[in-house]
């Protein structure tokens, strides 16, 4: 994996729900625990679907099948972003409010918690192009799963920067996050636009 590539695709799996989940964790009681099983859910499956893409990847060598020269996969992956870019970009609007879901974050179990995290790393349709293309990165360039490794920290600390702020600026740091959290709802949508496009252009450059 190339060094530029790690912050983008890191960006690409946390911004979203998955960040929004991590903000209003810090709003719990028992935030600092709430926040530990999350991130621990976070990273656990983001590394078990990684490995699971970079394993498919390594048996059937889809990696190397091509046109012309051209490997079919990356533009496979490209056309999918494509896509969510697009509709990213149509739905903006539609993002006012929290999803109904996200209400029972101030009050849910721990292992309900720990679900919200694996469902949306495992399931959510940026977050599974993120994974197929870390694995298949790791296989183009001959690359041991190891070497992920600075992905999956960099996505790590992500999940913890709302957790840092709470420590760091205590009932400061929970208005700081409503702020962020709102500004999100209605704005975040630029964020994956510019992250998207930039993963866009590393796949085809």
């Not at 494509?82 to 609007?93: A, D, E, G, Q, S």
């Not at 041991?144 to 999956?152: E, G, H, K, Q, V």
Request: aromatic fraction near 12%; proline fraction near 4%.
């Amino acid at each position: 994996m190339t060094q530029t590539s790690i912050i983008p695709l890191s960006l690409t799996v946390m911004l979203g729900p998955q960040i929004l989940v991590a903000m209003l964790l810090i709003t719990r009681k028992d935030a600092i625990r709430s926040s530990l099983v999350y991130l621990m859910a976070v990273v656990s499956t983001l590394v078990a679907t990684t490995y699971v893409y970079y394993s498919v990847a390594s048996i059937t060598h889809f990696h190397k099948i091509s046109i012309s020269g051209k490997p079919i996969l990356k533009y496979i992956l490209v056309l999918f972003l494509f896509y969510v870019l697009v509709k990213t970009i149509v739905n903006r609007k539609k993002i006012t409010k929290q999803p109904k879901w996200l209400t029972n974050i101030h009050n849910c179990s721990l292992p309900r918690v720990f679900y919200y995290g694996f469902m949306l790393i495992a399931f959510m349709p940026g977050d599974i192009a993120v994974e197929f293309t870390i694995g298949n990165l790791l296989n183009s360039n001959n690359e041991s799963f190891t070497d992920a490794i600075p992905f999956f920290a960099a996505v790590a600390l992500i999940t913890c920067v709302p957790l840092f702020t709470f420590l760091t600026l205590g009932k400061k740091g929970h208005e700081k996050m409503e702020k962020a959290n709102t500004w999100l709802n209605t704005h975040g949508y630029l964020i994956n636009v510019v992250t998207l496009s930039i993963f866009i252009l590393l796949l085809l450059f």
